[in-house]
Each structure stands twice: as structure tokens, then as C-alpha cells.
């Protein structure tokens, strides 16, 4: 009798978990149709040409897939070998090095850079390690001046500029800041930037991964950067060189395998330990005391749920949802219109319990209804979509839409991109980019009226002078008014 008891429990037990095995089975069939069912269709509205997609949940890849080419040209398939580059989040990567010189005590966040770099300009000593991974140092951008300048030439025409602001005061975008902690990284390793990041961060660094920031350099595998010309209606090969100056800001070339292998060994704390990664993910105080960035990570809000990662090129998108066991690494290689941070935040929303179950607006949704000039529908949509993220901007949305409305006006379809100006403007009131971009439209249609008035609405949205803009506005203003 007592056999039997066992043998029942026994198979008792062993149909629970085959039941619970093939209802998890179930849910990962239905997830991967729907993440699939999105895609392409967000594929084909954006007409992207190649792209990868990786999501790991509670440890587990439940969704990688391949989509579409990696030359246009050649007609080679994106695959599990297909290289991407993945531009300013590269960024992350160069930051994970700086902080495992953090961890070891080589380095200290409240390190001036000067400590470590002796030939920086007298304004510039008070630039700590910090304030160049928040993007916070004010330093004046390299970017303004020509790739082809010898680091040499570059800093004496860097030197003779003034600052931008106050170091620690706001955020401002900036590759000056990844130049100089790559410099600081060689100086405290004696090697090369490259080779002490792929030595730290990746086994047999010689496949899958390697830095390149040189668009024309051939490299087997890699899949082709794309431009859209609206002009042509096709894509064309970028051909941009930003030599070794941008490996640290731009340079990682990397397949989605590798990009999935880094993410384990993060999660997994060889690359940083529990500590160091919290530090790394802490906001910095920004003295506006407005602005939001972590040291080196943005932070993105997905209806009330933190996430942290970074995007380049609007083309590869790396995110970590940290309390919910989430990551998503998307990479591409072009676009006729941007759209991967949404796509991030979707595929969030699809694969997450918590979102999912209350049935969430799609940020694709609203892009849809844009692009389809559906825009009383597209208002509903977005106005849901607030409600939902109370928190939110939604900043990479609003970008991408008003890039929609660029590709009418460089196309001269002023009747068009107006329509789309006027819609951002609608549902994102507050926002200087939208009303500036509606009074350079009204302006090219001679339409001296309102584009008088949208230009001063937005120098006074634009309280901090964001970007330097407001006098451009104002000189705007006066020959507008024949001044």
C-alpha cells in the first residue's frame, strides 16, 4: 500500500510539471508569435533593413530572432554572425571599464581627469571623472570640428574654447567626455583603450566583436550602415571615419550573441560586482536639479517601471529593467524613420506580466496612426499612452515623430510636415523642439504671421536655452519682423 502512495505521488508529481513544462512552452510559443507579429510589422512601416532582437527574462532567453538584410547590396541574410555597430552605446561599454577601475581602487569618481591628464587646459582641471560620464562637465564638444584633425590639433582648438556651463550644473550630450576617459583609461592600464576593454569584458575577444568606428573599413560579417535619402527614396552606405578618437563613443562592432554573452556576465557580477553596479546606476545630482541622467546609463521609465541602458545611433538599443529581471538588446542597420526606444519600450510592455496584464498602450500605436495621417486617432492614442506614464516625456516618441515632419520639409511637402508639426505641438505643448520646427515650416511657407509667433513661444519654452538657440530664435524674430 505504501508503494502505491509513492508510485501515485510520483505521478502526481511528474504530470504537474509536465503540465506546468508545456504551459510555459505555450506561453513562449504565443510571446514569440506576438514580439514576431510586431516586429514586422514595425519593420516594414519604418522600413528598416536588418535588424536582431534579444529578450532575456528571469535568465532566460525567451525571444532572439533575425530579420531582414545585412547588405542590400549583397543580399546576405542578418544572422546569429552578423556584426552591428552599435554607435553611442558603445558608451556603456567604456563606462563598465571605467568603473571596473573603480572597483579595484585604480580610480575614484571624484578624480579630477587633470590627476591623470596633464595636458588639459588651465579651465579644465576641475573636471572630475563624474562629471564626464553624466555628461555634466561642460566641456565644449569635439564633434564641431573635423574627424580628420590629429588628437593634437583637435585639443589646441578645444582649448581655446570657453566652456559650456558649469561643471555639475546640467546634462548636455557630449563625445569630448568618452575621448578623455579613454585617454584615462590608457594612462592608468598602459594599454590601449581597445585591448584593455575586449581583455576585461569579452572571452576570445577575436570573435564577434572589435572596434571600428571606420563606416568604408571592410570587415566580414558586418552588416551595412544605411541612410535613407528622401530625395532617391533609397538607402544609401554611410561612409563616415571617426578613426580610433571614436572607439570609446562610438566604436563597438558586435554580434547579438556576444552583446547577449557581456549582458550574462553583468547579471552574473564578473564583470562588476552588486556594489559597483548600484554606484554605476545611481543619479547624479545635476545642480539644475532637473535634469536626469545616471553615471554613464540613461534612465528610462516604462509605465512607472525603471529601466537603464542606452541607445546609438537611433539604430542599437541595449536595456536592463533591473527589478523585473528584463533585458532587451536590439540592433540594426538602418531606418527611414527612427523607431527603437519605442520598440524597446513595446516589447517591455508585450513581455512583462505586470504591464501586459493590464492591457497597455503601445507606443508603435501612436507612431501608426502618425504615419498613416491618422491624427484624431493618433491624439486618443497618445493621450492614453500619458495617462498610463504619468512620469514620462516621452521624449524618444516626440523625436521620432517630429523627424517624420523633417522628412516632408527637406522633401519641400511644407502642407504635409506641417500637419505633423502641428500634431506634436498638440500633444506635447510644452516642448520648444515641436514649435521651433512648426515656425521654420510656417517660415518657408512665407507665412510671416504665425511664424513670428511660434518662434517667440518657443524661446519662452526654452527656459534654459537649450542648445544655445534662443538667440538664433530672437535674431529670427527680427529679420521676420524686418528689423
Known sequence: MKILKQLTLALLLFFATACNDSKKENHLSELKSEIDTYLTKTIELHNIPGLAL???????????????????????????????????ATKLITTTAIFQLVQQGDLHLEDTVSKYLTNLPE???????????????????????????????????LS???????????????????????QVIEQITGMPFHEYVLKNQFENARNGVLFSSNAQETIPNRATRYFFKNGTKTFEKATN?????????????????????????LDANTLLNENTKAMMWSPFPFTNQKDQFLHGWGNYAVNHLDSYGF????????????????????????????????VVDDIARIVLPELKTK???????????????????????FQKLKEENPNSDFSNLKWNINSHGNSYFYQNELAKALTIFR????????????????????????????????YEKAILQN?????????????KVDKLKGN
Open 160 to 182: 581655446e574654447d570657453d566652456m559650456e556651463f558649469d561643471t555639475g550644473s546640467q546634462f548636455r550630450y557630449n563625445q569630448t567626455n568618452y575621448w578623455l576617459l579613454a
Open 311 to 342: 541607445t546609438g545611433g537611433n539604430l542599437a538599443a541595449f536595456r536592463k529593467f533591473t527589478q523585473n529581471d528584463l533585458t532587451i538588446i536590439l540592433l540594426s542597420n538602418g531606418y527611414e524613420i527612427p523607431a527603437f526606444d519605442i
Open 241 to 265: 571615419n571617426d578613426g580610433t578618437r571614436g572607439h570609446p563613443g562610438n566604436g563597438l562592432n558586435i554580434t547579438l550573441k556576444r552583446f547577449m554573452e557581456w549582458n550574462t556576465h
Open 423 to 454: 500634431f506634436n505641438t498638440e500633444v506635447n505643448p510644452e516642448w520648444w523642439i515641436a514649435t521651433i520646427s512648426l515656425a521654420e515650416c510656417y517660415e518657408e511657407q512665407k507665412d510671416t504671421v504665425n511664424a513670428i509667433k511660434s
Open 54 to 88: 534579444a529578450v532575456i527574462h528571469e535568465d532566460e532567453v525567451v525571444y532572439e530572432s533575425y530579420f531582414g538584410k545585412a547588405s542590400l547590396e549583397d543580399n546576405t541574410l542578418v544572422n546569429e554572425n552578423t556584426l552591428f555597430r552599435i554607435f553611442s
Open 463 to 475: 527656459t534654459s536655452n537649450e542648445w544655445d538657440y534662443n538667440n538664433f530664435m530672437r535674431t
Open 359 to 381: 492591457g497597455v498602450t503601445l507606443e508603435e500605436e501612436v507612431m501608426r496612426h502618425v504615419l498613416n495621417h491618422e491624427f484624431n486617432k493618433a491624439k486618443n492614442t
Open 123 to 157: 579651465h579644465w582641471r576641475k573636471v572630475q571623472i563624474k562629471n564626464l560620464l553624466s555628461h555634466s562637465s561642460g566641456l565644449p564638444d569635439f564633434i564641431r570640428y573635423e574627424s580628420s584633425l590629429s588628437d593634437q590639433a583637435l585639443m589646441a582648438k
